[in-house]
Nanobody, 122 residues
Framework: QVQLVESGGGLVEAGGSLRLSCEAS???????MAWFRQAPGKEREFVAA????????LYTDSAKGRFTISRDGARNSVRLHMNSLKPEDTAVYYC????????????????WGQGTQVTVSS
């Protein structure tokens, strides 16, 4: 069984940066991992994903050029570096892991964390 724990969320001013981390208990080295987010009153949406080796990444358009997803050498944790944050980035950010290749569809991921709140003030 895999458990995922996110950290690093918080309150930041627009234009600022945050780094989210997701630590896995259990081996996720062969899994694709991803970040999703859900704002109040909205559906959960894809943000970024990285494959098992770290060589392939996928981003939603709004994250391209501002966010960077990476995973550590042991591949048991994943980071999301977020720069130039905007108020519309405010959401609960969830880490996910799955055995599939990088994908935007949340149904392709088998394990989920509890989420970490990111709030960007204007």
């Amino acid at each position: 069984q895999v458990q995922l724990v996110e950290s690093g969320g918080g309150l930041v001013e627009a234009g600022g940066s945050l780094r989210l981390s997701c630590e896995a208990s259990g081996t996720v080295g062969s899994y694709a991992m991803a970040w999703f987010r859900q704002a109040p009153g909205k559906e959960r949406e894809f943000v970024a994903a990285i494959n098992w080796s770290g060589r392939n990444t996928l981003y939603t358009d709004s994250a391209k050029g501002r966010f960077t997803i990476s995973r550590d050498g042991a591949r048991n944790s994943v980071r999301l570096h977020m720069n130039s944050l905007k108020p519309e980035d405010t959401a609960v950010y969830y880490c996910a892991a799955g055995l599939q290749v990088v994908h935007r569809d949340s149904a392709m991921y088998d394990y989920w964390g509890q989420g970490t709140q990111v709030t960007v003030s204007s």
